[in-house]
């Protein structure tokens, strides 16, 4: 099913012509300015959440992102801290300020997710998990809704459908890479999808490139290429230590790194006549 | 990941080399007879779920297969009766004998799922949907789980590891057709997930020709060729007037249909030395 | 683009709506017997190419496969023994009796390939290679007309009418497998594409599974499967060593490997009504 | 394969660690300056090539692109004006002083276009057509190599060595969208290619968005992101009047619409430190 034929009309870009803003925290998503989410795959412990909040709120980041639970492959794969990852995530936001965006895989985690989560990301593992799009689509709070590792800009759209049939209007879509044949990278960032989905919905869309390559010398590249193709933001993986991380170390940026791709992504903003928040 | 570098040690091959039997209302899934499950996409009144039973039964399909709570891409399409279609369900069951398969969309249906379904269904949208497939392993149940849309058989088996460590051994996969550029068929049906899979887990393996075609008039074919590739049975989607159903009807055989099906079926079945159960 | 949508009027199936038959050294390919061309990738020499041709023949198949010019990913594997290998193709349909089919990659080599073929092929990375349809389609020899690794089937059977444009009204079609996000086969053979075409096309439609699957121990399986879709014959690499193959030797059977496939094959052609050629 | 384990002596990064120059006509390519190739899909009559070789020039391209020869899928599509074609693009040519490319399909063609094209392009049907690899190797043009619909990137750096072990090393690599299940776009532009490419390749790579989206509206923001992803330069179809269009109409910017998207790319370049040449 192609874009075009969708039947969408909350989340369709007739419903709201000049596009939605989300707010959060102080932080416009979907104005001019290009927001960047930033920290790392995985809570692993206070030092390292700790550290990593302050470093990307210090290069210009807007929002934290960091995993507390973790929907992984294989069940022998570090699930991730769950509650007390949320604790932690709690903590870095009290002392940087940043708002926290984190990934409820349960309806029944949404209270103790709730507790400390100013967005709601829904993965891509669960973009169809409809269900738990109905209940975040009767929170109060935005939902980062990823796009699936499959999932067609129609089925996206009609995920976010979902989750505003239920009342629920701040959604923030995700684009972090397709499946394809090509194997060289662990998904096919597709940037097409920006201007295709900013055509066909008024929602705010973003771009994980850390997802989208697995490789966290491409991010930065990648990460300049979304926002010329007008990504309202973009998901970065930022780790103290990659070799050390837990999960998906490969794709996430040193604090310096980071620090050297924010400038190269405010450049290519203020190019195309935005900036960075 | 290819297949050959899972480490899955509950559904790996070498875990029971001979394989395993899924027991289930005096029918075995994985041993010499090739079972066929059958029914509706979606149960949709009494009338209609009653009717298809008797035709599946008689045609000699041994599960009955019908959706009461169905994810839809759009949260606009028929969702399925829920609890009166479990109803439903369990009246067909109790009339005709034969065992039911259901989905289960959502752990907090589990119990009232469980009270009619002899087989849970975990659908290709919730193939990665983690906590769902660890509540389904602590069912004693057997679980039917569908490989996702564009799901690596790498994958495929490592869900059935997240169930199966959850202490449920009686673990079904179900190839059901992949994500491909082919626009002719609904999926791209993979045979070759069979022998691949058969290799590397002793599970039963099953294939559904409906949704891995879209299109009725190629499923007996399909069927049988899944027969011939190896596959322990058979998922079809069967309607007493398609034409009129509320979801699918274009992929469902036709009573009639089904059982000219069986036929040719059962002919491939003997021909590889296996028999329809 | 769907085949449904596809204008052919000469591959098309409203051209012959009784099917065609392509004759070639009194077999029949697209009549009720199933027909195997069988034999190495690469011809390596008279040794290896006579032994294989003798033990295809004796093993019930009726086509003798083998390539001589053969297209490379890389420029530095084997290219095949070229006009050498064409001699030697020469020598063994001259002791078997076998007709021979082997790959043209080029417009200038057609003179010498058909000094010594039966059919022409025209592998996978040429499907689309306009001119040399054109050039394939002045000649008065069926052509074998491989599936694009991405090609669609309305590719297929447009590639299809290129060839019948120029005349040349004797076409089969090879489903050999597509390019897919799945890495544990080398592709995925798509026998939906079988019925699809059929229903689409009136020219045969046969089954590569070798280069389906590149993998020797699922192509029996393949096969059957191929037959029980409604293939109208089979591509098969033998060769009487494997594993000192100079092209492709993990997809090839040994020549008992083939003699047992040869049986297993028959068998299911019987019970879908057919027989082998 | 991944790219990382190609083994490519004289396409690999390796041979030139600084990165290659194609030069053609006093324009750099993978040079500081991004060059923007532009120009009709098919040359049609001399009004339209001439039309829109002032008015690509004018607006900054400097090498004017137009088919002469086009392969098409359908033998009933327009084939281009063939040698009528070609010189229409010398006249262009001689008027605005702009190199040209323009595809080559067979071997036998080459003498008659090497008449009147600075640049040679292979297209993407022909990527793996190993004899005009091995022949547009011999020439001393530069050759536009397009990536195959499916190619992986390291199939495409092969077929790049294929034509430098002919002898000629002037080749330009040209991402320009793969296939995959999405239908809302023609082809998936996998920009990831460029980054990817250019750590393995000291070939200049370039980026045609007109094929990799199929709609003009989208051209302009992909061709900016092919820029911030690193693009040494850009392929554009444009037409004077695009609905009018013998081939791919839908995909062309209007003069206005090219000479709008140039001053966008422009300042995209300063941003990353480069310029339009």
Not at 73 to 96: I, W
Not at 115 to 134: F, H, K, P
Not at 176 to 197: H, K, Y
Request: proline letters at 5%; a positive charge.
């Amino acid at each position: 099913m192609s874009i075009e034929t969708v039947v969408a009309p909350l989340a369709g870009r007739q419903a709201k012509p000049a596009g939605s803003i989300v707010r959060v925290g102080g932080v416009e998503i979907g104005g001019t300015a290009v927001v960047v989410f930033a920290g790392p795959c995985a809570v692993e412990n206070e030092e390292q959440i700790l550290s990593a909040a302050r470093a990307v709120k210090a290069a210009g980041a807007r929002v934290l992102r960091g995993g507390a639970y973790k929907p992984r492959t294989s069940p022998y794969s570090f699930p991730g801290l769950k509650a007390d990852g949320l604790r932690l995530l709690a903590l870095a936001r009290a002392e940087t300020g940043l708002p926290v965006v984190t990934e409820v895989m349960d309806a029944r985690h949404l209270e103790q997710v709730l507790a400390c989560a100013d967005i709601l990301q829904v993965g891509s593992r669960n973009m169809q998990n409809v269900t738990l799009l109905e209940e975040v689509g009767k929170c109060r709070v935005p939902v980062l809704l990823k796009r699936g590792m499959s999932a067609t800009l129609a089925e996206h759209l009609l995920a976010a459908e979902h989750v505003m049939k239920g009342g629920n209007g701040q959604v923030i879509l995700c684009e972090r890479g397709i499946r394809t044949f090509e194997p060289s990278t662990r998904n096919t960032l597709d940037l097409g999808a920006v201007p295709m989905l900013k055509r066909h919905t008024h929602l705010p869309v973003i771009v994980d490139p850390s997802h989208g390559t697995g490789l966290a010398w491409m991010v930065p590249s990648m990460a300049c290429a979304a926002v010329a193709a007008g990504a309202d933001g973009l998901l970065i993986e930022v780790h103290g230590h990659p070799a050390r991380a837990l999960s998906d170390g490969g794709q996430a940026l040193t604090f310096e790194e980071f620090a050297g791709a924010m400038i190269r992504i405010g450049a290519v903003a203020s190019a195309i006549g935005r900036s960075l928040a």
